[in-house]
């Protein structure tokens, strides 16, 4: 028998704010800030933010850094009835993670339109291939989210344009 989820739009707000205060963590360390939680009953068993750079590790993304962390916390590969809160549409490495580890239902805040699978660049979730079905919400404090994204890149850009104004021809 199934069991019947209910949604409290709250709670999915209060976990979005702690999945974008660690967004803001990882944009502290250079990192595109991206961060989530990942919750079972109610309470946070796992945490991440997007830190690739940092541990030199490509799969590090907030998704799989939060699941990593759950799955160590309970002792457990599977983490069933467990809601994933995540400030970006997940990517397809993500996205399998979250098939094969079981979680029930993945809420993000912004869409990723260069590399989001759950509705930006296809519908992976939905496949029928998939031999477990994950319920998705979007869009969950969307301008938070989205105005985080942006505020980095436009301060990388910054950066990046200034860097290249003090060098000299002599430097290039």
């Known amino acids: 028998m199934k069991r019947l989820m209910i949604i409290d739009r709250s709670r999915d707000e209060d976990f979005m704010r702690e999945a974008l205060a660690l967004a803001a963590e990882g944009a502290r360390l250079g990192e595109v800030p991206v961060g989530a ?6 309470e946070v068993i796992g945490r991440g933010f997007n830190c690739p750079i940092s541990r030199h590790d490509p799969s590090a993304h907030a998704e799989m850094v939060a699941i990593r962390d759950a799955a160590l916390a309970v002792e457990n590969y599977r983490l069933p009835g467990s809601t994933l809160y995540v400030t970006l549409e997940p990517c397809s490495m993500c996205a399998g993670l979250i098939v094969h580890s079981r979680i029930q239902r993945v809420v993000y805040g912004a869409t990723e339109p260069k590399a989001g699978v759950a509705v930006s660049r296809g519908q992976f979730f939905s496949q029928d291939f998939l031999n477990h079905r994950v319920l998705i919400e979007g869009g969950v ?6 105005a985080a994204l942006s505020e980095f890149f436009r301060i990388r850009r910054l950066k990046l344009r200034s860097e290249n104004a003090t060098q000299s021809p002599a430097d290039g």
């Not at 939680?37 to 109610?42: E, M, T």
Request: glycine share 8%.
């Open 37 to 42: 939680v990942l919750v079972q009953n109610g």
């Open 141 to 146: 404090m969307i301008e938070a989210c989205s």
